[in-house]
């Protein structure tokens, strides 16, 4: 699996794509900065760009690369590895690969910029952490979409409805369940649904170690309560790592039993 | 050697093998399964390194170099291949640091060979191993081939130039829509049908199969 | 400026005629001060030395004027008030009251003045006393420079560091308070000045404020309070170059105004405050070039509140601008700048050519149901509060500020 990964991870990482998508990070970070003056608001408008950007940009290069490699993948399975191997080399070559084009694309603006008063280092290091899981799950989900469609069209739509749920419509129904359960006390069910979509819950962690997070009157107090304890913050880990195991899952299953 | 048991195969829809059975060089058939040199290859990923696979595309990680991209099979496969002589005997030295990317279609295909050919396995399994390769080339991987076969190693070939076919194979399987309809020697099939090239007797072959509209007719 | 004419006045006048200095110190034949008092006659200095004297209830009945030297300390022994004043023109100056302890039957002060005129309250330091320092019916008085300090460890453990009630013509300026229940608290308290006083971390309200009128209070600051600062039923009121920062709890505002009419509020700076400015019932206020910095809501006007005008403020990076309750607004905004307007200036006159609208879609869910903040900010709300910019369906649309300005108001 190591081998596997040295080379894909190698291989991505002087992909043009990665070098623009790092490049992407780079410049959005540093003209932020540069206009907002202030790391506080960059934090803020930087999370939105990254909770928009990464799970749509992982998904398409992960379906991307999968379809790209469908030759090389099944030249590396007439070779003396297990399929598991193959797929979870891939991937962890892939989403290593993207983290590190995001994370060096927002650590060196910052780091120039003066990355000096100790609250912000805490609130870009969720920023950067929310990132670099938005990147392996949205991976790890578009592997598992191309694996299940060999149609590649069909796979690339499914990956972008997919994205489109996640990053958008779940809000929306969320909002729907609101509206029509506004006379029940709402304040678990939010919970819950945040912790359920790894988008949302990145935000929700991100704004959070904002200031602003403490001025969002007793709703906002609640939620605050719950993500700022142990207790919600290690609830919050989990189901980010739930997500990515579950679909590493998959991709095992789904891969051993899959005919090439 | 290789023994293929009731295997089959469709990409989507389309069935490409029905129930193939076959057994290539001796050795006994098993309802199934794939048996290479005798071990079950269900869930046991060492038998491939008996195997020595040449797939038709040459699609690879294109920001690899040459030298990076050999160096990653042998990894993979944990030996020592034998690129060197391959490597020159192919002209592809002068590429060794460039990115598969930057490579022609050719060039590609060369180190597609040399990738297949450096471990000197005991089975190789081709797919239109010759496509896009230039006529030097072309000679020179087959005289390998031949070689190889001399050697006593088992050379599975999949093309649709049947010249090549003649001037390689000692037996040939023969698929239409799935079933085998011809396994055996080429130079029988030949005299059978009375030509003097493959081509044509297959081609009178397939003939005969179509009036009687039944596939297996001449699997045997 | 004329009462402290007067005082002058009255002081030099008996200053010259019969002074005398007593001076208390714990080896002197005066050792505690309360029979100082008794010894003083009007216009009379006492003079305190350095050290601890445990005494309570002393009774100021007389015009004199208590000095106290390098802050000697009062200490009441949790037993009871310590300093009561009950006659005109008292001076009391540099010295530590403390620990006055409570008691269910009174509300205990660290200084208790009643129906004076004329009294100095200068650079004391209360600790520890229940209420720091308690006006009532009394008039002309000038607390300045005090320190307050009260370690509560729940409201009903602590009163008010300063005190008003039922009183005029006052001036608290310059007191630094912390720790009670209210920083400054006035009720039925008409033409006071409340200048450059610094209340913080006061469990409820920083300055709580009712039916006074023609009340003036500017440049404080007020910040970490519990709740914020309350303005209540009060008309003819002027607020400015205060700071109202860091209220922060899920109740608190920076400044609540409640039945406020006829008022000016402006050059105060509004900053990280739950709610920035909360104003109902409120009418004919004019709120001009003041600073929302960073508020969770910057303004909150219920709709029983008209003709209220926003004028020349500065909203920057509130998480939301203007929240109301109603359809139809009757308060004017106009040529302020807002850090969220994303319009756009043809004619290069520093006014954007589209209107700005302050009160997004989102504000109006979230007003609603409450729990639907937790979708702040996220790609779904960004695409509702941009159609319904495009398209105003449920917000307010008479809520515009049709002058956006360009850049921020210099003040």
Known sequence: MLKIFKYSFYDVLRSRWTIIYFLFFFISTLSLLYLSNNLSKAITSLMNIILTIIPLISMIFGVMHYYNSRDFIDLLLSQPVKRKEVFIGQYLGLSISLAAGFLLGILIPFLFYGLSVSVDVWNFAVLAAAGVFLTFIFVALSFFISLLNDDKIKGFGIAILTWLYLAVLYDGMILLVFVSFNEYPLETPALIFTLLNPIDLSRVMVLLQLDISALMGYTGAVFNKFFGTTGGMVLSMASMLIWIILLLIGINKVSSKKDF | MVELSNIRKSFGKLPVLNGVSM??????????????????????????????????????????????????????RMAKGKSGELLSLFALDRFLNKSLRNLSGGTRQKVNVVLSLMFYPSVYIMDEPTVGLDPVSRVRFKELLKKEKENGKTLLLVTHLLSEAEELADEIVFLMDGYICYHGDPKVLMAEQKENTLEKAIAGMMEVSTQNSNPNINSR | MKYYLIFLFIALQQGLNLAATIVVCKTCPVSAIAHAVQLAKNGDEIIIKPGTYKERGILIDKSVRVTGENYPVIDGENLGEVINIIADSVLVQNIVIQNVGSSYLQDRAGIRITRSKHCILNGNKLKNTFFGIYLAHSDSCVIRNNEVQGIPDKESNTGNAIHLWYCRNNLIEGNRLSGHRDGIYFEFVEHSKIYGNTSSDQIRYGLHFMFSHHCDYFRNKFSGNGAGVAVMYSHDISMHENLFSDNWSPVSNGALLKDISDSRIYKNVFEQNTIGLYAEGCHRIEIANNDFIKNGWAVKILGTSENNKFIENN???????????????????????????????????????????????????????????????????????????????????????????????QW
């Open chain 2, 23 to 76: 057994n290539i060089a001796g050795g006994k058939i098993v309802t199934r399964e794939i048996f290479v040199n005798g071990q079950n290859i269900k869930d046991n990923p060492v038998y491939r390194h008996l195997i020595g696979y040449l797939p038709q595309t040459t699609r690879f990680p294109e920001n690899l170099s040459v030298r990076e991209f050999l160096r990653m099979i042998e990894d993979v």
């Open chain 3, 315 to 409: 909203f920057i990076a509130n998480t939301f601008e203007v929240v109301t309750n109603e359809s139809r607004s009757h308060n004017l905004f106009e040529k302020n700048f807002w850090s969220d307007y994303s319009g756009y200036d043809l004619d290069k006159d520093g006014i954007g050519d589209v209107p700005h609208r302050p009160v997004k879609l989102f504000t109006y869910i979230v007003e609603n149901i409450p729990p639907a903040i937790i979708l702040l900010k996220s790609l779904f709300i960004d695409l509702l509060n941009l159609a319904e910019k495009v398209a105003p369906v449920i917000t307010p649309e008479t809520l515009t500020d049709t002058k956006p300005l360009m850049k921020q108001v």
